[in-house]
């Protein structure tokens, strides 16, 4: 049976939210003090499950970076990425490393990707996130439809080093695509906005043909999708994400730690929710680096606080990107039928799709948070592989109905964050 079953529905969020939020921070020039104290208090004191980024080698003094600046010797702050890393604190790599300056030197380049690569290995651990940075001189960054110098997925350029990120278990990138509007489940035909969105990126594409610029016209799907299948240069299929930004300067005002009373602002949560939308925040939480105030002010503060409300009494999901992007791809293509014996019903889970859209068997991590709305919830079992997943009944939601729902993992954990290290 097909999900349309009568009687069984699966939910678009995690019971009991209606939207859902990552904030997904860039790790420009951010120092091992900030990281600690930015995540001490939203993670800790606000209780935001947030994941941050990480550098193989940076090139400011003081950068976060697990490498030092020759690219091959562990910093002494390795350990805190590696442990920050497996807890779920840092889900995404900022790519190779900070060449805002000049373009690596190729040789470097491969050596160092391949190192950090291997170092991760060693220590069991993958990111499954890549996010493109910087200026045109970061040839490593992959694809982007604005910015030719980017050849780090074209297998024919000495910066091609695609396929180790590959091996690191890179699923998701971030091509540079932005909107300032949360990207909204609900069918098109119900909301204007979407219409004039489409329309007003149809008329720029139009525009660009007529300039000679075809190549930097943007799919539709782009303004519309949290993600969509995209295959780089070197036939590697990946889902190309988007992320959101609102700042009085336009999409691309300049986004940190001073400018989420906007990005975070009342009004966006608001639309956020009433869209019923997925947003992943473009921001650099380690900016602005030297700052003799307080981390954060008050207005970015409450800010933050007004988020953690409405995690906290189940309106927004907050999720760290990894776990968003992947909730995000399994509840939109996993294929799934109930099966009826006697009194008893059972939900069987089969596959998702991958960008290729070829089908495989989910793992028991990534369906975590479904929840499907049914009237028989006590006499309703999932499956997955054939074997039963523990599940927990579901109260009626702000619809009125019920059902049941599979946990959601636990938070990054903040141990670490507590730890000493060499700041
Ligand atoms: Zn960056």
Same mark, same amino acid.
């Given at each position: 049976? $097909? *999900?349309?079953?009568? /009687?069984?529905?699966?939910? *678009?969020?995690?019971?009991? +939210?209606?939207?859902?939020?990552?904030?997904?921070?860039?790790?420009?020039?951010?120092?091992?003090?900030?990281?600690?104290?930015?995540?001490?208090?939203?993670?800790?004191? =606000?209780?935001?499950?947030?994941?941050?980024?990480?550098?193989? @080698?940076?090139?400011?003094?003081?950068?976060?970076?697990?490498?030092?600046?020759?690219?091959? &010797?562990?910093?002494?702050?390795?350990?805190? $990425?590696?442990?920050?890393?497996?807890?779920?604190?840092? %889900?995404?790599?900022?790519?190779?490393? %900070?060449?805002?300056?000049? *373009?690596?030197?190729?040789?470097?380049?491969?050596? $160092?990707?391949? &190192?950090?690569?291997?170092?991760?290995?060693?220590?069991?651990?993958?990111?499954?996130?890549?996010?493109?940075?910087?200026?045109?001189?970061?040839?490593?960054?992959?694809?982007?439809?604005?910015?030719? /110098?980017?050849?780090?997925?074209?297998?024919?350029?000495?910066?091609?080093?695609?396929?180790?990120?590959?091996?690191?278990?890179?699923?998701?990138?971030?091509?540079?695509?932005?909107?300032?509007?949360? =990207?909204?489940?609900?069918?098109?035909?119900?909301?204007?906005?979407?219409? =004039?969105?489409?329309?007003?990126?149809?008329?720029?594409?139009?525009?660009?043909?007529?300039?000679?610029?075809?190549?930097?016209?943007?799919?539709?799907?782009?303004?519309?999708?949290?993600?969509?299948?995209?295959?780089?240069?070197?036939?590697?299929?990946?889902?190309?994400?988007?992320?959101?930004?609102?700042?009085?300067?336009?999409?691309?005002?300049?986004?940190?730690?001073?400018?989420?009373?906007?990005?975070?602002?009342?009004?966006?949560?608001?639309?956020?929710?009433?869209?019923?939308?997925?947003?992943?925040? +473009?921001?650099? =939480?380690?900016? *602005?680096?030297?700052?003799?105030?307080?981390?954060?002010?008050?207005? %970015?503060?409450?800010?933050?606080?007004?988020?953690?409300?409405? +995690?906290?009494?189940?309106?927004?999901?907050?999720?760290?990107?990894?776990?968003? $992007?992947?909730?995000?791809?399994?509840?939109?293509?996993?294929?799934?039928? @109930?099966?009826?014996?006697?009194?008893?019903?059972?939900?069987?889970?089969?596959?998702?799709?991958?960008?290729?859209?070829?089908?495989?068997?989910?793992?028991?991590?990534?369906?975590?948070?479904?929840?499907? +709305? &049914?009237?028989?919830?006590?006499? &309703?079992?999932?499956?997955?592989?054939?074997?039963?997943?523990?599940?927990?009944?579901?109260?009626?939601?702000?619809?009125?109905?019920?059902?049941?729902?599979?946990?959601?993992?636990?938070?990054?954990?903040?141990?670490?964050?507590? /730890?000493?290290?060499?700041?």
């Amino acid at each position: 049976m $097909l *999900p349309g079953h009568p /009687e069984i529905t699966l939910r *678009p969020f995690p019971f009991p +939210y209606r939207a859902a939020l990552a904030i997904a921070s860039d790790i420009d020039v951010c120092t091992p003090a900030t990281f600690l104290a930015v995540h001490r208090f939203l993670n800790g004191e =606000l209780g935001l499950p947030v994941a941050d980024s990480c550098f193989g @080698v940076g090139q400011e003094p003081g950068q976060l970076a697990y490498f030092l600046a020759d690219g091959r &010797t562990p910093a002494p702050t390795a350990p805190l $990425l590696e442990a920050a890393i497996r807890d779920g604190l840092i %889900d995404s790599l900022h790519s190779w490393g %900070d060449f805002n300056e000049a *373009p690596p030197e190729p040789k470097f380049l491969r050596h $160092l990707a391949l &190192t950090f690569t291997e170092h991760l290995q060693r220590a069991g651990l993958s990111l499954k996130i890549w996010i493109n940075h910087g200026s045109p001189a970061n040839r490593q960054n992959f694809f982007t439809r604005t910015q030719s /110098e980017f050849v780090g997925d074209d297998p024919a350029s000495p910066w091609y080093t695609a396929d180790l990120a590959k091996a690191l278990g890179v699923q998701f990138y971030w091509g540079m695509e932005l909107t300032p509007w949360p =990207l909204s489940i609900q069918a098109p035909w119900t909301r204007p906005a979407h219409w =004039l969105r489409v329309g007003g990126n149809s008329l720029k594409n139009l525009a660009k043909m007529f300039l000679g610029r075809r190549s930097q016209q943007r799919r539709r799907d782009q303004i519309t999708s949290l993600a969509v299948p995209l295959t780089l240069r070197d036939g590697w299929p990946v889902w190309a994400f988007s992320r959101f930004n609102r700042h009085p300067q336009g999409l691309w005002g300049r986004p940190n730690r001073h400018t989420l009373k906007y990005a975070l602002a009342p009004a966006v949560l608001g639309q956020l929710v009433q869209e019923a939308g997925f947003l992943i925040l +473009y921001t650099h =939480l380690g900016m *602005p680096r030297s700052d003799p105030g307080p981390l954060f002010l008050a207005p %970015d503060r409450q800010a933050l606080e007004f988020l953690a409300d409405m +995690y906290h009494h189940g309106v927004i999901w907050v999720a760290t990107t990894a776990r968003l $992007l992947t909730y995000r791809q399994v509840q939109q293509t996993l294929r799934w039928d @109930v099966l009826r014996q006697g009194d008893q019903l059972g939900i069987h889970l089969h596959t998702v799709a991958d960008p290729l859209r070829s089908l495989r068997q989910p793992t028991v991590e990534e369906v975590a948070g479904l929840s499907f +709305y &049914t009237d028989r919830a006590t006499a &309703t079992k999932l499956f997955l592989d054939g074997r039963e997943l523990a599940t927990r009944p579901m109260p009626p939601d702000h619809t009125g109905r019920g059902g049941l729902m599979i946990p959601l993992p636990p938070p990054p954990a903040t141990a670490c964050l507590e /730890e000493r290290w060499p700041v």
